[in-house]
């Protein structure tokens, strides 16, 4: 049902960096600004990344969004054991009229 | 400290009706476009509807068009979400969201069950 697709998993050791995609179309991503949110097992998201790469007061400067045409990523410097979390990228969609999440990536430190 | 605070969850049967709140405080309610969005636990975010400051403007996921209706009292910093004709598929964590470049703040959910 999600139209912006990501994989379904990263990881990384302590300190290294990772990055997770997030795929979409013209009628999304490529005409619209992308949010990214993190969500712990039982809690509700977070803001991590607003408007492509904008981080809310208090996000850790570890944390980076980009964007180019229909995609987009969200980088994390300096991996860290609590970024073990969910990941969603999220974006206003034209075409359905309607906001999408992308499909969720679990990030894993090994 | 923005706060919102979903209730009213519980265990519906198909075909069963239900409404649910989400209270907001912290900051001006009557200003702001809210989201609804849901989740499957253990599954993606959905985002199921949105709606203006002075809730005259609805938008709402063809899965829950028809069946669902959001509404806000601006007067109580209360938005609503009144579902009818629940289906199994339904079964979810709905969570509110204020709207500032799109869902920013998110309150910490209530969960719709529904089953026979």
């Known amino acids: 049902q999600s139209v912006l697709t990501q994989p379904p998993s990263a990881s990384g050791t302590p300190g290294q960096r990772v990055t997770i995609s997030c795929s979409g179309s013209?009628?999304?991503?490529?005409?619209?600004?992308v949010n990214w949110y993190q969500q712990f097992p039982g809690k509700a998201p977070t803001l991590l990344i607003y408007t492509n790469n904008q981080r809310p007061s208090g996000v850790p400067d570890r944390f980076s969004g980009s964007k180019s045409g229909s995609s987009a990523s969200l980088a994390i410097s300096g991996l860290q054991s609590e970024d073990e979390a969910d990941y969603y990228c999220?974006?206003?969609?034209?075409?359905?009229?309607?906001?999408?999440f992308g499909t969720g990536t679990t990030v894993t430190v090994l | 400290e923005v706060q919102l605070v979903e209730s009213g969850g519980g265990l519906v049967q198909p075909g069963g009706s239900l409404r649910i709140a989400c209270e907001g405080s912290g900051f001006t309610f009557s200003s702001v476009w809210m989201h609804w969005v849901r989740q499957v636990p253990g599954k993606g975010l959905v985002w199921v509807s949105r709606i203006n400051p002075d809730g005259t403007n609805v938008i709402y996921a063809d899965s829950v068009k028809g069946r669902f209706t959001v509404s806000r009292d601006n007067a109580k910093n209360r938005l609503y979400l009144q579902m009818n004709s629940l289906r199994v598929e339904d079964t979810a964590i709905y969570y509110c969201?204020?709207?500032?470049?799109?869902?920013?703040?998110w309150g910490q959910g209530t969960l719709v069950t529904v089953s026979s």
């Open positions: 999220a974006s206003w969609d034209d075409s359905l009229i309607g906001y999408v």
């Open positions: 013209s009628s999304n991503i490529g005409s619209n600004t």
């Open positions: 969201s204020r709207d500032v470049f799109g869902p920013r703040q």
